[in-house]
């Protein structure tokens, strides 16, 4: 319950999305949930395309355009699966980075713990391949043709 009060909380009013309502309004009640104005997309003529970052847009893309500052359709755009494969590489990307280990800054060498393979994500011409090492995420990056050692 505590969890359906919270995603509501981040959604632009409803009635900001009914067809006809000006500009100004849509504006306001996008601010009030993501305390940023819209942001404009494409403009030709009186014709002007915006999109509010709030938090109802998992998975998708909406867009509300206006034309002579009223609302006259909201277009929803599913995420394809690319876009949603990139998203999942740039968070495990950033969990890697937050588990990364730092390194030492004395003159001792220590050898490294032996790594598993976990799993690996191909992306563009790499592939990237995560490594279990005593609970924390290590990578290592390789050609995408290239197979994943099995250790390292």
């Known amino acids: 319950m505590v969890l359906g009060l919270l ?49 109802s847009q998992y998975q ?6 206006f034309e002579n500052n009223r609302l006259t359709k909201v277009y929803t755009r599913e995420w394809t699966e690319g876009e949603k494969q990139a998203n999942f590489n740039q968070m495990l990307l950033g969990l890697s980075l937050l588990s990364g280990g730092t390194g030492t800054t004395g003159s001792t060498q220590s050898q490294q713990p032996y790594s598993f393979y976990s799993f690996d994500v191909r ?20 050609g995408a043709a290239e197979i994943c050692p099995l250790g390292f």
């Open 60 to 65: 998708s893309n909406r867009y509300e355009v």
């Open 123 to 142: 992306s563009g011409m790499n592939r990237i391949c995560y490594y279990d090492q005593l609970g924390s995420l290590n990578t290592k990056t390789i």
């Open 7 to 55: 995603l509501n909380g981040c959604a632009i009013n409803q009635s900001a999305l009914n067809l006809g309502t000006n500009f100004s309004d849509y504006a306001s009640a996008c601010k009030k949930v993501s305390l940023v104005k819209p942001k404009l997309v494409s403009a030709e003529g009186s014709i002007k395309v915006y999109t509010c970052p709030d938090g």
